[in-house]
């Protein structure tokens, strides 16, 4: 009986547990500038209608660090984080190579949540977007798998 509790406490000393459980790369504290002018107090919407994809100047978005960020996610296996990642880079990118990249990305998360016609379909718009793009034969080869 002594051997087991010795046993129970060294494991919970060493932490059996995830090790990934509570962690997350979303921003801590969120800052924006508002302009209080256009704030209704009733309105409890105001904070993620101001956040729309579409109220942030695509100028000032990083494509790059956005997809990283995703992939970041997908190691590990935050899928709907890396999802919602990958979707914000087609939003924001203008660059086909990129485009096609977050699509193929976004059907690997979708994949892993076996989602399966979500995958399908990100996957035929990667191969759509640039059919002699970089990641054609990958976009092709998981859109095979996925089927």
């Known amino acids: 009986m002594v051997g087991q509790e010795e046993d129970k406490s060294w494991k919970e000393e060493r932490g059996n547990e995830n090790p990934y459980e509570g962690f997350d790369l979303d921003p801590r504290v969120l800052t924006v500038d508002i302009d209080p002018r256009y704030i209704d107090p009733v309105d409890s919407h105001v904070l993620p209608d101001l956040l729309d994809e579409s109220t942030i100047p695509k100028d000032l978005v ?4 956005l997809m990283e960020i995703g992939l970041s996610y997908m190691m590990i296996d935050r899928f709907e984080q890396a999802i919602d990642s990958f979707s914000r880079v ?5 660059d086909s190579e990129s485009l096609q990249e977050a699509w193929v990305n976004k059907g690997v998360a979708h994949s892993g949540l076996e989602e399966w016609d979500e995958a399908i379909g990100s996957f035929r718009e990667a191969i759509i977007t640039d ?3 970089k990641h054609i034969a990958t976009a092709e080869n998981n859109l095979a798998f996925a089927l």
């Open 90 to 94: 087609i939003w924001f990118t203008e």
């Open 131 to 133: 059919e002699k793009g």
């Open 62 to 65: 990083e494509v790059d660090d």
